[in-house]
Each structure stands twice: as structure tokens, then as C-alpha cells.
């Protein structure tokens, strides 16, 4: 879709008769009278045409990137705005982003979420509790009742675990067993806290199942 606006009096010069695109005329050429503000056509003086593209999000979470020149339009000067939808484009990146740092057995976030949220916590020098954890048994359970009922195992634990942090813990599975939180802003008058949350994970997965053993964890924690 094409906007045309000039640069004195931006009057709109042309646009598409029919947009086909998800966001009104009137919405358009107020987004693009935005964006010639941040210039002040002194481009003009060193060349005949120059563009630049920027991405702006509207309504109802719509995306667009727009290629917006310089140029003279019947002899007046004006800026033309070429606009594409990208919303499609820009959800699957961000779905693809989102898949990169979660592990795909539990839906939580795997050993390169877990690294590089530690960095940046660690950065911002807050006080933090560390627990890492590992699951006691795993190769028996995978050896005696099959790779599937591993799996339960694991997403079982994570689902347990999941229940009893804050939603802004950083919680991770960084290997086959192995697991790790980080509960940030946490005092170290906390351990009772995180003691009784340990125990009482331990508690519920000790129980058996029909199918299972009672299984436990080992956990290491680490204050600051």
C-alpha cells in the first residue's frame, strides 16, 4: 500500500483507492505525520530521493513495516510511504524466539534461558537464592518402567516445582535430571521458607503411583 503526504501542508497527494491492509486511511497518516516530524527534509539538499523503514505496532496488535522517501511528486516535494503488513511475520519470529530458550519436554526454560537470565540477575547485583536440583532414580525409572514413564517423571517434578515458586523466578531444566531456580530479591531469613518448599516437593513426589515407585530429589542451595 502506498501513502504519498507532502512536505508543505502534508496534504495527503495519493494514496490507495482500496488499502487492502488491516488499519485505517486516517490512522495511516497520522503514524506517518509521526514519523516526517523526526525529519526535516534537509535530506532534500544533498540528494533527490532518500528512504529509511521503520516498524510500528497498532491496534488490536497489527504490525507494519514502512519504506518512507523523499521525493518530488508532480513537482512538489513529498514523503511516500510504502506500507506492509508483517503481523504474521513478526508473531512467527516471536514464536520461533520463545522456542529458542524453553525445553520442549516441560515448557519450562532450558540451560540457555537459565545462563543468560543468570547473567543479567547477577548483573543487577540483587540478592538471590539459588537451588539446584536433581532427580534421584531417573536411569532406574527409565531402565525398569521405559523412557515414557521417565518422562512423567520429569514433567511431573517441574509441575511440582512450578506450583510452589513466583511466577518471576527464573526456573530451568539445564540437563537430563537436572533442574535449577533462581528466586531473586530473596533474604537469606528465607531458608526456612525455601527449606519447607523443598521438603514439601519431596513429600508429594515420595508418593507412589500406580505405575511408579516413590521417588525423590537432592537439592543444593546457595544464598547471597
Same mark, same amino acid.
Given at each position: 500500500?502506498?501513502?504519498?503526504?507532502?512536505?508543505?501542508?502534508?496534504?495527503?497527494?495519493?494514496?490507495?483507492?482500496? !488499502?487492502?491492509? *488491516?488499519?485505517?486511511?486516517?490512522?495511516?497518516?497520522?503514524?506517518?505525520?509521526?514519523?516526517? &516530524? /523526526? +525529519?526535516?527534509? $534537509?535530506?532534500?539538499?544533498?540528494?533527490?530521493?532518500?528512504?529509511?523503514?521503520?516498524?510500528?505496532?497498532?491496534?488490536?496488535?497489527?504490525?507494519?513495516?514502512?519504506?518512507?522517501?523523499? !521525493?518530488?511528486? *508532480?513537482?512538489?516535494?513529498?514523503?511516500?510511504?510504502?506500507?506492509?503488513?508483517?503481523?504474521? &511475520? /513478526? +508473531?512467527?519470529? $516471536?514464536?520461533?524466539?520463545?522456542?529458542?530458550?524453553?525445553?520442549?519436554?516441560?515448557?519450562?526454560?532450558?540451560?540457555?534461558?537459565?545462563?543468560?537470565?543468570?547473567?543479567?540477575?547477577?548483573?543487577?547485583?540483587e540478592g538471590v537464592i539459588l537451588?539446584?536440583?536433581?532427580?534421584?532414580?531417573?536411569?532406574?525409572?527409565?531402565?525398569?518402567?521405559?523412557?515414557?514413564?521417565?518422562?512423567?517423571?520429569?514433567?511431573?517434578?517441574?509441575?511440582?516445582?512450578?506450583?510452589?515458586?513466583?511466577?518471576?523466578?527464573?526456573?530451568?531444566?539445564?540437563?537430563?535430571?537436572?533442574?535449577?531456580?533462581?528466586?531473586?530479591?530473596?533474604?537469606?531469613?528465607?531458608?526456612?521458607?525455601?527449606?519447607?518448599?523443598?521438603?514439601?516437593?519431596?513429600?508429594?513426589?515420595?508418593?507412589?503411583?500406580?505405575?511408579?515407585?516413590?521417588?525423590?530429589l537432592s537439592v543444593g542451595v546457595?544464598?547471597?
Amino acid at each position: 500500500e502506498v501513502m504519498v503526504i507532502s512536505m508543505i501542508g502534508q496534504k495527503v497527494l495519493y494514496s490507495n483507492e482500496n !488499502m487492502s491492509i *488491516q488499519i485505517s486511511p486516517e490512522e495511516i497518516y497520522q503514524l506517518c505525520l509521526q514519523q516526517q &516530524e /523526526k +525529519q526535516d527534509g $534537509s535530506m532534500f539538499a544533498k540528494s533527490d530521493t532518500y528512504e529509511w523503514t521503520w516498524e510500528t505496532e497498532v491496534s488490536q496488535h497489527h504490525y507494519y513495516r514502512i519504506t518512507t522517501g523523499i !521525493m518530488l511528486w *508532480q513537482g512538489q516535494k513529498a514523503y511516500a510511504h510504502i506500507i506492509r503488513e508483517v503481523t504474521e &511475520e /513478526k +508473531q512467527r519470529q $516471536s514464536r520461533l524466539e520463545i522456542e529458542v530458550y524453553k525445553d520442549p519436554l516441560t515448557g519450562i526454560g532450558n540451560r540457555l534461558f537459565f545462563f543468560e537470565k543468570a547473567t543479567e540477575i547477577l548483573k543487577s547485583g540483587e540478592g538471590v537464592i539459588l537451588c539446584y536440583c536433581d532427580l534421584d532414580h531417573l536411569k532406574y525409572v527409565n531402565d525398569n518402567y521405559g523412557h515414557g514413564e521417565g518422562d512423567w517423571y520429569i514433567r511431573h517434578f517441574s509441575d511440582i516445582v512450578s506450583c510452589n515458586i513466583r511466577q518471576e523466578d527464573v526456573f530451568a531444566r539445564i540437563g537430563g535430571d537436572e533442574f535449577a531456580v533462581i528466586m531473586v530479591n530473596s533474604a537469606s531469613d528465607k531458608r526456612c521458607t525455601i527449606q519447607k518448599k523443598i521438603e514439601d516437593a519431596n513429600e508429594e513426589l515420595s508418593n507412589p503411583t500406580d505405575s511408579l515407585p516413590a521417588v525423590s530429589l537432592s537439592v543444593g542451595v546457595a544464598f547471597s
